[in-house]
């Protein structure tokens, strides 16, 4: 079955930021974190430096609408030219206004709202904001409740 998932990079903060997104999204993670001193070594490449051993290297979990967030730290060493949150946006289009302002409220307690959730000139009820850790969100639904 074909599927759509998002996935979020971060500069050492991905674990606290999934879970801040297992709590708004009332989810679990669909298996445990890997992390990058799980992998086995490889003498291809250099070894995981040790401040990066305990750094999220893959999670996923289930968001809206079978849709899966992803996610994983970017080590120090692969950080040039990296900026938190630019690259991505995620849009939500849940099925009710009740659940459009729950993630959106959520969402944006300790961020920044872009727009606020409102009637657009296409029909939706939508809003952008920017979560406490620098990921663009896109919320709207059709719905008319």
């Excluded at 759509?4 to 674990?15: I, M, P």
């Excluded at 899966?68 to 970017?74: A, E, N, P, Y």
């Excluded at 969402?107 to 663009?136: A, C, N, S």
Aim: glycine share 10%.
């Amino acid at each position: 079955m074909a599927s759509v998932a998002t996935y979020l990079n971060f500069k050492g903060n991905c674990e606290e930021a999934f879970g801040f997104y297992q709590e708004v999204f009332q989810s679990e993670l669909a298996a445990p974190p890997m992390r990058f001193g799980d992998a086995p070594p490889d003498e291809n490449m250099s070894p995981v430096p040790e401040e990066a051993k305990r750094q999220i290297m893959h999670v996923a979990m289930p968001i809206l609408g079978g849709h899966q967030l992803m996610g994983s730290d970017v080590p120090p060493a692969m950080q040039h030219g990296f900026v938190v949150g630019t690259n991505v946006q995620v849009s939500l289009s849940p099925d009710t206004r009740a659940e459009t302002d729950r993630l959106f409220a959520a969402l944006g307690e300790g961020g920044e709202v872009k727009m606020p959730l409102h009637e657009q000139f296409w029909g939706d009820y939508f809003g952008l904001v920017t979560d406490r850790f620098g990921i663009h969100w896109m919320v709207g639904t059709a719905a008319k409740e």
